[in-house]
């Protein structure tokens, strides 16, 4: 029998709530009577038919606070739906994986209509948030309550609660169990085994098998639905058919080039000129110590690199949160495009904010004691502040946080669900994991700082591997204790950061034939002719990065094992295909036939 969701009930009081929405303190009762009608509403009618209840009943509330905190689940039969509606990749029996069909869900290794277990929570919170944020404003012109919060058919309702304050935060809980796992694996033993680590060649093929495994491989993605923050007249897709908001693409370029382009020029700018500043900064401390000559004023011409080191992490977060702000009002459709825009923006800055000096120093100045000075300083300062900021810190925080929850637990009524409560309350309060962006910058940094001037300063790589192996352990710390379970997001790759470390790798290949050509012990085997000197350290470096790309094109990025159940899956969608339209044809000419009779 073919289930719909209209046929679903959405009044189910008992359910496992596996998302969490925050309200605001102050919120009128209308706006969140509306808010729940819209989610529980059936699909048909414009909800997202999706299970809602507080997190406290009515007279709960009378003693304890937090009561704006509501639970958000599903139906398994609306979870399998939703699975089937965003296209999730299963493994079928045959060992093949598969986009998932309600219809053909007996084939799938694993399912059983007695378990509700066949979707992981992940999967399930995924579900749940694509409904939540594809909720879309109809009719109403405004959110209930709040007259100046308005709406314009097709706005996204989760986004236009979030930027007016109403709605604090949307999060998925905890599987405390599973996490109790997850710790021991990831970082309880301190062992690399399970630990991902980042070789190019290498990495893209164990990047196919997990991406395969994880059925986001095959995941379709070429009709992306709008991300939240998209905005526009609402209309018919011409591709999909399906209604959403428009926005014409010129007015986005016009964007683009004649706001964003300028303002990234305009920091890149600003950028050089504080470079500049410090090399001022360099020259009076250097002549400072040459004056006196005595200890402190040694230890002094290290200060400029080191506060030049503070003040490129600050360049680097402020304009970050310019160049977010700025990628948000291009108004790019897809989530992959704006993602693209974005990186793209932060890679251009950063990439001369933190190296432009390095380089300057290297082939302008042809210092290699004040290259060694200025790389050390920041490659080290940026690993201390980033230890300090993005794990010790929120740590602190968190572990105080903690000891206060478990108190204001302990005192509430024996009657409530203490352990959930605990586990909403405590969850609310830990800091956001904003994606994986911050984390591939980080690590694209570094393997710059090591590799653009590793024939310098060698030691650069030491540090690089004792950083890397106490930040994965305290990311995993992170992940686990300090931040909020964060929504999956299906992905077949890196991304466009794969190609951003590549790129990495060619002009470390050749900076350092350039490098290795000044030296002076390398000038000494050439006396007479520099031109000779250039021409083989032209031809060194020519070689190596055909040895390079030999071994990219020679090292397949996907495993053969996994391109042939690629090619098998192609094969048989292909005669699946020809098969319906063989039926069609079929069904036609069957038709003609019997109005011929008719007639």
Same mark, same amino acid.
Request: proline share 4%; with cysteine; net charge neutral.
């Given at each position: 029998?073919?289930?719909?969701?209209?046929?679903?009930?959405?009044?189910?009081?008992? @359910?496992? $709530?596996?998302?969490?929405?925050?309200?605001?303190?102050?919120?009128?009762?209308?706006?969140?009577?509306?808010?729940?009608?819209?989610?529980?509403?059936?699909?048909?009618?414009?909800?997202?038919?999706?299970?809602?209840?507080?997190?406290?009943?009515?007279?709960?509330?009378?003693?304890?606070?937090?009561?704006?905190? %509501?639970?958000?689940?599903?139906?398994?039969?609306?979870?399998?739906?939703? /699975?089937?509606?965003?296209?999730?990749?299963?493994?079928?029996?045959?060992?093949?994986?598969?986009? @998932?069909?309600?219809?053909?869900?007996?084939?799938?290794?694993?399912?059983?209509?007695?378990?509700?277990?066949?979707?992981?929570?992940?999967?399930?919170?995924?579900?749940?948030?694509?409904?939540?944020?594809?909720?879309?404003?109809?009719?109403?012109?405004?959110?209930?309550?709040?007259?100046?919060?308005?709406?314009?058919?097709?706005?996204?309702?989760?986004?236009?609660?979030?930027?007016?304050?109403?709605?604090?935060?949307?999060?998925?809980?905890?599987?405390?169990?599973?996490?109790?796992?997850?710790?021991?694996?990831?970082?309880?033993?301190?062992?690399?085994?399970?630990?991902?680590? =980042?070789?190019?060649?290498?990495?893209?093929?164990?990047?196919?098998?997990?991406? %395969?495994?994880?059925?986001?491989?095959?995941?379709?993605?070429?009709?992306?639905?709008?991300?939240?923050?998209?905005?526009?007249?609402?209309?018919?897709?011409?591709?999909?058919?399906?209604?959403?908001?428009?926005?014409?693409?010129?007015?986005?370029?016009?964007?683009?080039?004649?706001?964003?382009? $300028?303002? =990234?020029?305009?920091?890149?700018?600003?950028?050089?000129?504080?470079?500049?500043?410090?090399?001022?900064?360099?020259?009076?401390?250097?002549? #400072?110590?040459?004056?006196?000559?005595?200890?402190?004023?040694?230890?002094?011409?290290?200060?400029?690199?080191?506060?030049?080191?503070?003040?490129?992490?600050?360049?680097?977060?402020?304009?970050?949160?310019?160049?977010?702000?700025?990628?948000?009002?291009?108004?790019?459709?897809?989530?992959?495009?704006?993602?693209?825009?974005?990186?793209?923006?932060?890679?251009?800055?950063?990439?001369?904010?933190?190296?432009?000096?390095?380089?300057?120093?290297?082939?302008?100045?042809?210092?290699?004691?004040?290259?060694?000075?200025?790389?050390?300083?920041?490659?080290?300062?940026?690993?201390?502040?980033?230890?300090? =900021?993005?794990?010790?810190?929120?740590?602190?925080?968190?572990?105080?946080?903690?000891?206060?929850?478990?108190?204001?637990?302990? /005192?509430?009524?024996?009657?409530?669900?203490?352990?959930?409560?605990?586990?909403?309350?405590?969850?609310?309060?830990?800091?956001?994991?904003?994606?994986?962006?911050?984390?591939?910058?980080?690590?694209?940094?570094?393997?710059?700082?090591?590799?653009?001037?590793?024939?310098?300063?060698?030691?650069?790589?030491?540090?690089?591997?004792?950083?890397?192996?106490?930040?994965?352990?305290?990311?995993? #710390?992170?992940?686990?204790?300090?931040?909020?379970?964060?929504?999956?997001? $299906?992905?077949?790759?890196?991304?466009?950061?794969? #190609?951003?470390?590549?790129?990495?790798?060619?002009?470390?290949?050749?900076?350092?034939?350039?490098?290795?050509?000044?030296?002076?012990?390398?000038?000494?085997?050439?006396?007479?002719?520099?031109?000779?000197?250039?021409?083989? =350290?032209?031809?060194?470096?020519?070689?190596?990065?055909?040895?390079?790309?030999?071994?990219?094109?020679?090292?397949?990025?996907?495993?053969?094992?996994?391109?042939?159940?690629?090619?098998?899956?192609?094969?048989?969608?292909?005669?699946?295909?020809?098969?319906?339209?063989?039926?069609?044809?079929?069904?036609?000419?069957?038709?003609?036939?019997?109005?011929?009779?008719?007639?």
């Amino acid at each position: 029998m073919k289930v719909t969701l209209s046929a679903l009930d959405t009044s189910e009081s008992c @359910f496992t $709530p596996l998302v969490v929405i925050e309200l605001a303190q102050d919120v009128k009762e209308e706006t969140k009577e509306w808010l729940k009608n819209r989610i529980i509403t059936k699909k048909k009618d414009g909800g997202a038919q999706l299970l809602f209840r507080p997190l406290l009943n009515k007279y709960e509330k009378e003693t304890v606070e937090n009561q704006n905190l %509501y639970l958000v689940g599903a139906s398994n039969i609306r979870l399998l739906l939703g /699975a089937e509606a965003v296209g999730l990749v299963k493994e079928c029996t045959d060992n093949t994986m598969r986009a @998932f069909t309600y219809g053909t869900r007996h084939n799938f290794k694993g399912f059983d209509d007695n378990n509700d277990d066949f979707l992981t929570m992940a999967e399930c919170q995924f579900i749940i948030k694509h409904e939540l944020e594809n909720l879309r404003a109809r009719d109403e012109k405004m959110i209930p309550g709040y007259p100046q919060a308005k709406l314009y058919p097709g706005k996204s309702l989760l986004r236009r609660l979030l930027t007016s304050g109403i709605v604090i935060q949307v999060f998925p809980l905890h599987d405390n169990e599973a996490l109790k796992k997850l710790e021991d694996n990831w970082y309880t033993r301190l062992s690399l085994k399970y630990q991902p680590i =980042v070789i190019l060649e290498v990495w893209k093929r164990g990047c196919a098998n997990m991406t %395969y495994r994880w059925g986001t491989l095959v995941m379709k993605r070429q009709f992306e639905e709008p991300r939240p923050g998209f905005h526009g007249v609402l209309g018919i897709n011409s591709v999909t058919g399906r209604e959403e908001p428009l926005y014409p693409s010129y007015k986005r370029q016009l964007r683009i080039y004649l706001v964003s382009l $300028p303002f =990234v020029c305009l920091c890149l700018y600003f950028s050089l000129y504080v470079m500049m500043i410090y090399f001022d900064m360099e020259a009076w401390a250097l002549g #400072l110590h040459e004056d006196s000559g005595s200890e402190w004023t040694s230890l002094l011409l290290y200060v400029p690199s080191i506060i030049y080191a503070i003040v490129i992490e600050i360049m680097n977060r402020l304009y970050r949160y310019a160049a977010e702000f700025l990628t948000s009002w291009e108004n790019h459709r897809l989530e992959s495009a704006y993602q693209n825009h974005l990186i793209l923006k932060v890679l251009v800055f950063n990439f001369l904010n933190c190296f432009a000096s390095l380089f300057y120093i290297a082939f302008v100045l042809k210092d290699m004691k004040l290259l060694r000075q200025s790389l050390a300083t920041l490659l080290i300062m940026s690993q201390i502040l980033n230890q300090i =900021v993005e794990s010790i810190l929120p740590y602190w925080l968190q572990r105080k946080h903690h000891v206060r929850v478990k108190k204001k637990v302990q /005192a509430l009524k024996a009657d409530i669900d203490a352990t959930l409560y605990e586990q909403v309350v405590l969850e609310k309060e830990m800091g956001t994991y904003l994606g994986t962006f911050d984390d591939y910058l980080e690590l694209l940094l570094q393997f710059g700082y090591v590799s653009l001037f590793s024939c310098v300063y060698p030691l650069a790589a030491a540090f690089a591997v004792l950083n890397n192996f106490t930040e994965v352990n305290s990311d995993a #710390l992170k992940m686990c204790r300090v931040f909020k379970r964060p929504f999956s997001e $299906p992905s077949a790759s890196i991304g466009v950061w794969q #190609l951003a470390f590549e790129t990495m790798s060619v002009i470390s290949v050749v900076t350092n034939c350039a490098l290795i050509g000044m030296s002076p012990q390398v000038n000494a085997l050439f006396p007479e002719s520099k031109t000779d000197l250039i021409l083989i =350290v032209v031809a060194v470096e020519h070689a190596l990065l055909a040895l390079k790309f030999i071994l990219a094109f020679a090292i397949p990025d996907k495993p053969r094992h996994i391109q042939m159940k690629l090619a098998r899956l192609e094969f048989e969608s292909l005669e699946a295909l020809k098969q319906q339209q063989t039926k069609l044809v079929a069904e036609n000419l069957t038709e003609e036939g019997g109005l011929r009779k008719a007639t």
